[in-house]
Structures are given as structure tokens and as C-alpha cells.
């Protein structure tokens, strides 16, 4: 689970022009607006990330009710402000609590997610109907469905209940950290080569398959947190994007090839299905279609250098590879900086940017301010 809030340290002020209630103040990489001498520097602070969603029953947070207690990209008197900054107070304990300690549960902090299940209520008679078309039509069955009480024990005879299958746990969900959480890479990596690709806005996608005997396996096809069972499953979207990805790819028996080719007992493909109706379909796509930005084997991820050529065999996309060499700029802002720019898919904002060394021993996203302020995240 992503820490939405935790515990940092004041790690600078600075003043704002022409603001004398307010000031700038810097956490990890990133940095709040601040009443000002709120905090001194060095105060441990809880810090509550964007793209998060507080408790609307704490009177703490009755304040951003305007903004639907949802804690988003800014700009105020010029300058960027980036999650939110409260003192140690908020917590009403005496807890002693270290730097990294993750508070979202005791604040009661949710994520704000980009596909939540729209399910509609089940239409048990016109289910009945259609899967026992001579039994709706019999007279006696009729009159007697008349009568809530059998249509209750009715419902439960004749239409079946299936319990969705969970998210798989041999599969991990998709979620790179933002650099401002972990700007020690800048120093760490300095001088190594990187890949990086565009980040691109749609719907996290997976397709999985885990052996399970010699020659039974599991095939699975998943949103960012939901297991799809098949193409009749109700989502965000109209129609069921993921599976439709996974028939217009072969995605089942791309991965048996696969899993053959390398003698795998495991082998996973992720990425983002982007078109009409997701996202605002920035890119103007006609239709749906599917970019992967994984491929993991045995556990493995392969470096997308060398993957883009294994998907392109079989059809595939890979997102955009912006550059295969690329070494890390000495600071944050260059940074930042480098990851605001057009698209390549389309005339528009990118999202951001995804860095990963080619050994896949770090990687992380880099979110483009410019999108941020545009799109309200």
C-alpha cells in the first residue's frame, strides 16, 4: 500500500514575495506552502502526499471541504505547492514516532483512484430470464413470482453467485515512486546510464500467467487493483477495456510463448490502455489501445531496451523510449524540469516520465508540473 502520509522533516524555508502569512517550506523533494513560522527547521511534520484524499469526519481537515478534501497540485502567489504540511499535533497522541513512518491508516487517508468500479445493480429477473428462458415462460412459475418470498428463494436457485477471483498475490501492482520521495538517487546513480520512457496517462493494465502443474495455468487480466473475470465484468470504463486488450492482443498466448521460450513458471505483462472514454483521451485516440511498460519473468523485469524488441515480435507497443543513455541531472528542478514536454503519441502534455537504470535495480516517475497544473491533479 502507497504511504500517502507520513513522517518528515522541515528541511528549508523560504519566503514568498508579497505573502507575510504564508511561506515555502521543503520536504523530501518536494516543497509546501506553510503558515508562516509554523515550523522550524529541522520539526518533524506529517506530510500528506497529493492524489490524496482526507477524512472528512476529522474537524482538522474542515478547511479544504472547498476542494472536497481532496490534496492536489498548486500554484499560489507563483510558486508550486505539493502535498500538504501539518504539525506533529494532528496525530492527538504521545506516540513517539521516527522519519518514514507511515500515518495514513491513523489519519484515515485514502488515494485517490483512477478507476473505481461502477457496478450496477444485478437485474436478477432479467437474469433469470435469460439463462432459464422455459422456466420464466411457465404460467405456475409465474403466478408464483408473484410473491417477494419466492422470488427470493428463486433468485437463489436458479442464478448463481460467483465470488470474483482476488487480485493475484504472484503478481505486483503497478506503482512507481515519485522522485520527490527519493531525490537521493540524483547522487546515487550520478554517472550511470538510465532508460527513460513517457509516462502515459490511461488505465494501468496487466496480463499474467503463473503455471500451476505441468499442465494446468493461470491466466489472469487485471486493472491497477482489480482482477477482471471476463469481458461481461462491470468497470469504469464502457465495456471492458481489459479484456478487450487482451483478445485484440493475444495476450494468453503471447505469455504461453513465452513462458516456453525462457522456461518460466511465471510471466507478466503490464502496462496502460489508453482511448475514448479513459482518461479524457489525451491522445485522441480512435478506439482502445495497449502500451506495455513491463515485462517481468520468473520475478525478473527485463530492461525495455531489449523488451521493446521481445513485445514488438508479437504485435505489441512499448511506451515511447525517450532515451536509452541518459545520465541524472545533478538536481531536482533540472529534473523536473526535464520531465515537462509534448507527448510522443500526440500533440499534448506528457504525463511525466519513468527512469530506471538497466539492471532494474531502481526506477521512479517524474510527474511534469506543467500536466499537474493543467489537468488539476
Given at each position: 500500500m502507497r504511504k500517502l502520509a507520513h513522517i518528515e522533516r522541515i528541511e528549508w524555508k523560504r519566503p514568498i514575495e508579497g505573502a507575510d502569512r504564508i511561506e515555502l517550506v521543503g520536504v523530501l523533494g518536494w516543497q509546501c506552502i506553510a503558515k508562516k513560522n509554523e515550523f522550524e527547521l529541522g520539526d518533524l511534520c506529517v506530510y500528506i502526499e497529493i492524489d490524496s484524499i482526507v477524512d472528512k469526519e476529522n474537524p482538522d481537515f474542515a478547511f479544504l471541504e472547498p476542494k472536497h478534501y481532496k490534496i492536489k497540485t498548486q500554484k499560489m502567489r507563483g510558486v508550486l505547492s505539493q502535498g500538504i504540511v501539518f504539525p506533529m499535533s494532528i496525530l492527538h497522541t504521545n506516540k513517539k514516532y521516527a522519519i518514514g513512518d507511515d500515518v495514513t491508516t491513523v489519519l484515515k487517508i485514502k488515494e485517490v483512484e483512477d478507476e473505481v468500479p461502477q457496478r450496477k445493480p444485478a437485474d436478477n429477473?432479467?437474469?433469470?430470464?435469460?439463462?432459464?428462458?422455459?422456466?420464466?415462460?411457465?404460467?405456475?412459475?409465474?403466478?408464483?413470482?408473484?410473491?417477494?418470498?419466492?422470488?427470493?428463494?428463486?433468485f437463489k436457485?436458479?442464478?448463481?453467485?460467483?465470488?470474483?477471483?482476488?487480485?493475484?498475490?504472484?503478481?505486483?501492482?503497478?506503482?512507481?515512486?515519485?522522485?520527490?520521495?527519493?531525490?537521493?538517487?540524483l547522487e546515487e546513480y550520478a554517472g550511470k546510464q538510465m532508460v527513460v520512457?513517457?509516462?502515459?496517462?490511461?488505465?494501468?493494465?496487466?496480463?499474467?500467467l503463473r503455471k500451476e502443474g505441468r499442465r494446468k495455468c493461470d491466466f489472469a487480466v487485471c486493472s491497477r487493483n482489480v482482477r477482471q473475470e471476463d469481458m461481461k465484468q462491470k468497470c469504469f470504463y464502457e465495456g471492458n477495456v481489459y479484456h478487450e486488450m487482451a483478445a485484440k492482443y493475444n495476450a494468453k498466448d503471447v505469455l504461453v510463448k513465452l513462458m516456453e521460450r525462457y522456461n518460466a513458471q511465471v510471466v507478466v505483462l503490464q502496462g496502460e490502455t489508453i482511448g475514448e472514454g479513459i482518461q479524457g483521451n489525451k491522445y485522441a485516440l480512435k478506439g482502445h489501445?495497449?502500451?506495455?511498460?513491463?515485462l517481468i519473468i520468473d520475478g525478473k523485469k527485463i530492461d525495455s531496451a531489449v523488451a521493446t524488441d521481445i513485445v514488438k515480435e508479437f504485435g505489441i507497443k512499448w511506451v515511447p523510449i525517450i532515451d536509452a543513455k541518459y545520465l541524472l541531472p545533478p538536481s531536482l528542478d533540472e529534473m523536473l524540469e526535464y520531465a515537462d514536454g509534448k507527448s510522443v503519441l500526440h500533440d499534448t502534455l506528457r504525463e511525466g516520465l519513468v527512469i530506471r537504470d538497466h539492471d532494474n535495480t531502481t526506477s521512479f516517475k517524474c510527474i511534469s508540473n506543467k500536466f499537474l497544473l493543467k489537468h488539476g491533479l
Open positions: 429477473m432479467q437474469t433469470l430470464k435469460q439463462s432459464h428462458k422455459k422456466l420464466a415462460k411457465n404460467k405456475v412459475f409465474q403466478w408464483f413470482m408473484r410473491f417477494k418470498w419466492f422470488r427470493n428463494i428463486a436457485l436458479f442464478i448463481p453467485r460467483r465470488k470474483p477471483k482476488k487480485f493475484p498475490d504472484w503478481i505486483v501492482k503497478t506503482d512507481e515512486t515519485r522522485i520527490q520521495n527519493m531525490p537521493h538517487v520512457t513517457e509516462k502515459i496517462d490511461g488505465t494501468s493494465t496487466t496480463f499474467g489501445d495497449f502500451y506495455a511498460f513491463n
